[in-house]
């Protein structure tokens, strides 16, 4: 499909989301094309036919897309889906809600929130300015709760962005920057405990942990009760507009909820708050046995939080959330070749595997290597018919394409370091692996260029199960473009 072709058809999916669509219309082509939330199992006696949203068929048509694979694919109905729950989680005064996109930055991903009315949460100066760049997402519609200040900050705050300060050294900077001018500004607070989906800890160190004593996010909430940033605020003249809250990736709900209405009471410190952002990090289902968090059923308790607050100090808080994984883990696969099969067992061996290798890998997707994560993988006939679909089943290991031990896409659950079998209908070298759950912190945190595998297109499914191409394969040539000669030192 030629580039202008393709940038029209999915503009054209796109409006068809817009207010003039029929909603009876819509909704009807989510159902026939969405399996949203729905994977596939990880032991199953018999393994499903198709993976979260791709049959054997819509794969195929997604590698003919993208020049064969690996690939990453993205339902257009499922992040439809995702958007709908978000945009109705249950608020008292008035809702935001900001796509955290360092979960898949993709420029057509955000354009697409950005039409549903969803705006953005940025980890960084760099993701702002990609955001206003290739999003075309105004600056007004964008925060920033960042580890690193970037150097133009002020710039930023000048055009309309929203920035919170997530450490005292940063409140400072900002202060410095507008002294006396009234400036606005957010308050990012460690709440003292956190929540990730790999640990059952609240203060201690985990990967997927953002809050408590072992976390550096944020600042810590005794420095806001002490007084220490009242104290930098009325010294610059600074307005405190919003508290900010984040506690972790794949929260515990019960927890979350316990946070949420701990944040109102850093609220009522500054009379001039007028928002409240509980951040994202709502738990998402992508196994089986895995639930996904219910935002209605954890939102109502928050809400009536605030209908007190408000009864209490006489100010309806606006309430922020920033999904990331919400909102496209399951709306995203990667698409891969089963390129090679070897087996370690022997019958002197009790400890041997059958490997199946991917043409993709850690440089693709890194959650198995780096949490332990799951994900759940779906083997398709090479042919891309769902009539040659077989029955037989194998307990297989599935590793990746990289000269690296770790490059392990099925460890044992929180345990990357420890590989596990999964049962899998029996593949063949050029069979088509789907993992699915790869939307979120896969594209955009992946290891890209290690053993100089180039960058994975994507590409999107569009409501009629029409495939686009929204980011080509990187060649060669430019992953060491920036390389400079250093010819005549030695």
Not at 9 to 29: E, H, R
Not at 166 to 179: M, Y
Not at 232 to 257: C, M, N
Request: with cysteine; proline share 5%; hydrophobic share 35%.
């Amino acid at each position: 499909m030629k580039a202008s072709q393709n940038s029209i058809a999915i503009i054209m999916a796109l409006v068809a989301l817009t207010p003039a669509t029929s909603a009876f219309s819509a909704f009807q082509k989510r159902r026939s094309l969405s399996r949203a939330f729905t994977a596939t199992s990880l032991h199953a006696e018999h393994p499903a036919v198709s993976s979260n949203f791709l049959t054997p068929e819509l794969a195929q048509k997604c590698i003919e897309t993208a020049s064969g694979t690996p690939l990453y694919a993205y339902s257009l109905a499922n992040l439809a889906s995702a958007a709908d729950a978000t945009l109705a989680f249950p608020n008292a005064f008035g809702l935001t809600v900001r796509y955290a996109m360092k979960a898949c930055p993709n420029s057509t991903i955000l354009k697409y929130f950005a039409s549903r009315g969803i705006c953005i949460d940025a980890s960084s100066g760099f993701e702002v300015k990609r955001a206003m760049t290739t999003g075309g997402i105004p600056a007004e519609n964008i925060s920033l709760s960042s580890q690193e200040l970037p150097e133009d900050f002020a710039d930023l705050i000048k055009m309309g962005v929203k920035i919170n300060a997530c450490s005292i050294s940063q409140l400072e900077r900002i202060g410095k920057a507008f002294p006396n001018q009234n400036q606005k500004v957010g308050i990012r607070v460690n709440p003292g405990v956190g929540s990730g989906g790999f640990s059952s800890s609240t203060t201690g160190f985990s990967k997927t942990n953002v809050g408590g004593p072992s976390s550096s996010f944020g600042i810590w909430h005794e420095s806001v009760s002490d007084g220490t940033v009242p104290s930098i605020v009325e010294k610059y003249g600074l307005q405190v507009e919003r508290i900010h809250t984040h506690i972790g990736s794949g929260s515990d709900p019960a927890i979350w909820q316990s946070v949420a209405t701990r944040s109102l009471s850093f609220c009522k410190l500054w009379d001039t708050v007028t928002t409240l952002n509980l951040g994202g990090g709502y738990k998402v289902g992508r196994n089986p046995d895995e639930k996904t968090t219910d935002l209605q059923e954890i939102g109502a308790p928050v809400t009536d939080a605030f209908r007190e607050f408000a009864k209490e100090n006489g100010r309806e808080l606006h309430l922020e959330i920033e999904p990331g994984t919400y909102l496209v883990a399951n709306a995203g696969a990667l698409v891969t070749t089963i390129q090679d099969k070897v087996s370690t067992k022997s019958s002197s061996n009790d400890d041997g595997h059958v490997f199946l290798k991917m043409d993709a890998g850690m440089t693709d997707v890194l959650r198995p290597s780096l949490y332990g994560a799951i994900h759940p993988i779906t083997i398709l006939p090479a042919s891309g018919k769902s009539s040659d679909i077989g029955t037989s089943t194998e307990s297989v290991v599935v590793v990746g394409h990289c000269c690296e031990s770790g490059d392990l896409m099925t460890p044992k659950p929180g345990e990357p370091e420890a590989l596990e079998e999964r049962v899998l209908r029996k593949a063949e070298i050029g069979d088509i692996a789907v993992m699915d759950g790869s939307g979120a912190y896969c594209a955009g945190m992946s290891t890209k260029n290690y053993n100089s595998f180039p960058e994975a297109p994507e590409v999107l499914v569009d409501f009629d199960g029409n495939v686009h191409l929204i980011r080509k394969r990187q060649n060669l040539e430019q992953i060491y473009e920036n390389e400079l000669s250093a010819d005549g030192i030695f």
